[in-house]
């Protein structure tokens, strides 16, 4: 089977490999620049739309499921 | 680089006779009796060997200390005794958390298992400290110690790669890759900390700042240097990246606010931005894609992955702990 190019992590971010261009919740377009991107799924992100870790200091109740 | 100073007894003498031929290194008990920096110290220099070497080491066909028996025999009773040291700790960590009535890492899924042993693992925060309290001398002074490991990051890393099965194997190769820059040699991470390092008024020589490396610093980087040359060790090592990237991301900003705050440069404050969104991606593939792959085709690893991850952990704390104390910073 192929290996999907997008991943749901539990409680975490949801992984997207390869180039794309993502539209934020304004309409903001950012273009991927890595291999494989996160995109944060907890929306306490400070570098929106990519996730920058910040979900681990959510309680586990509050983290995406 | 040249050769680092000698630490110790054992250092000058390893240090004196890896220029001769034929080598002549002290005996095993001279080894195993040295005092713990200066062993640190030889071990250091005895892996960087098989990196990057020495300017006053030959390394010709005919010389070659990276394959000498009496190089190897040296290296060999220093790692055993790390390693020996790194797993009685961990031994005492388990004990200490079943004691308390927790099994570290006994979650079925060796994915629930990290990510709890890397949650509930208490000690000092560095990147707090830097965050808002740290002076900008304190700070370069981090910033001179992280370069010993950051000057060849992901290098250690790259040993694992020949080692592992198929799936583990693509994972681990694709975080590499961005590591390494993508194919560009401005993006490549120990490329960017030598930018930062400059721009912080340093030196970015590789091991420029080496003599003053302490004891706890040279552990953390003879530990995930052993994990990659050894593949036995594969498990250790795989763990040990895992962690290490799982507990880079949030640390990175707070470090990044402290570095801008105390406005040492554009560079090295990018250096660790980068690291706030490249580890939040490395930390997932690394958990979920390495070492679970890993350990679903060879279960026997699963505890010696546990293992490498607490070593990164504890290693960071007794650095942690010890800097505080020399700097007699209190309740950090």
């Known amino acids: 089977?192929?290996?999907?190019?997008?991943?749901?992590?539990?409680?975490?971010?949801?992984?997207?490999?390869?180039?794309?261009?993502?539209?934020?919740?304004?309409?903001?377009?950012?273009?991927?620049?890595?291999?494989?991107?996160?995109?944060?799924?907890?929306?306490?992100?400070?570098?929106?739309?990519?996730?920058?870790?910040?979900?681990?200091?959510?309680?586990?109740?509050?983290?995406?499921r | 680089m040249r050769l680092p100073?000698?630490?110790?007894?054992?250092?000058?003498?390893?240090?004196?006779?890896?220029?001769?031929?034929?080598?002549?290194?002290?005996?095993?008990?001279?080894?195993?009796?040295?005092?713990?920096?200066?062993?640190?110290?030889?071990?250091?220099?005895?892996?960087?060997?098989?990196?990057?070497?020495?300017?006053?080491?030959?390394?010709?066909?005919?010389?070659?200390?990276?394959?000498?028996?009496?190089?190897?025999?040296?290296?060999?009773?220093?790692?055993?005794?790390?390693?020996?040291?790194?797993?009685?700790?961990?031994?005492?960590?388990?004990?200490?958390?079943?004691?308390?009535?927790?099994?570290?890492?006994?979650?079925?899924?060796?994915?629930?298992?990290?990510?709890?042993?890397?949650?509930?693992?208490?000690?000092?925060?560095?990147?707090?400290?830097?965050?808002?309290?740290?002076?900008?001398?304190?700070?370069?002074?981090?910033?001179?110690?992280?370069?010993?490991?950051?000057?060849?990051?992901?290098?250690?890393?790259?040993?694992?790669?020949?080692?592992?099965?198929?799936?583990?194997?693509?994972a681990l190769a694709e975080i590499q890759y961005d590591e390494y820059g993508g194919g560009r040699p401005e993006r490549l991470h120990h490329a960017l900390f030598a930018s930062g390092l400059e721009g912080a008024g340093l030196r970015s020589e590789y091991g420029a700042y080496l003599d003053e490396a302490p004891l706890e610093v040279l552990e953390q980087n003879n530990a995930v240097s052993l994990f990659g040359m050894r593949r036995r060790l594969r498990g250790a090592a795989a763990g040990h990246f895992a962690a290490f990237e799982a507990t880079s991301s949030v640390p990175s900003r707070r470090l990044a606010q402290g570095l801008a705050r105390l406005g040492l440069g554009e560079a090295v404050v990018g250096y660790y931005r980068e690291h706030v969104e490249a580890d939040s991606v490395h930390d997932q593939l690394a958990l979920r894609f390495v070492c679970a792959a890993l350990v679903e085709e060879q279960p026997e690893l699963r505890d010696d992955v546990l293992f490498g991850a607490f070593t990164c952990l504890d290693l960071e704390a007794r650095f942690a702990a010890a800097q505080f104390d020399r700097w007699g910073v209190e309740g950090a």
């Open chain 1, 1 to 64: 089977m192929r290996t999907p190019d997008v991943v749901l992590c539990p409680g975490g971010p949801m992984l997207l490999r390869g180039d794309h261009v993502v539209q934020d919740a304004e309409g903001r377009t950012h273009e991927t620049r890595r291999p494989v991107s996160a995109i944060c799924r907890c929306l306490r992100s400070a570098e929106l739309p990519w996730c920058d870790g910040t979900h681990v200091l959510l309680p586990d109740e509050r983290r995406p």
């Open chain 2, 5 to 170: 100073k000698p630490r110790g007894r054992l250092g000058v003498e390893v240090f004196d006779r890896l220029v001769e031929m034929p080598r002549q290194l002290p005996a095993d008990e001279e080894v195993r009796a040295a005092d713990p920096e200066d062993a640190a110290s030889v071990l250091w220099v005895l892996h960087e060997l098989s990196y990057r070497g020495f300017e006053d080491v030959a390394d010709d066909a005919a010389s070659d200390p990276e394959s000498d028996p009496e190089v190897a025999r040296v290296r060999r009773v220093l790692e055993r005794d790390l390693e020996a040291r790194l797993r009685s700790r961990w031994d005492a960590e388990r004990r200490s958390r079943a004691e308390m009535g927790v099994e570290p890492g006994a979650a079925d899924d060796v994915v629930a298992a990290l990510i709890e042993l890397i949650e509930t693992h208490e000690g000092p925060s560095m990147a707090r400290f830097v965050q808002s309290r740290a002076d900008a001398e304190q700070a370069r002074e981090l910033l001179r110690m992280r370069s010993i490991y950051h000057l060849k990051e992901a290098d250690p890393t790259a040993w694992l790669v020949p080692r592992l099965p198929t799936r583990a194997k693509a």
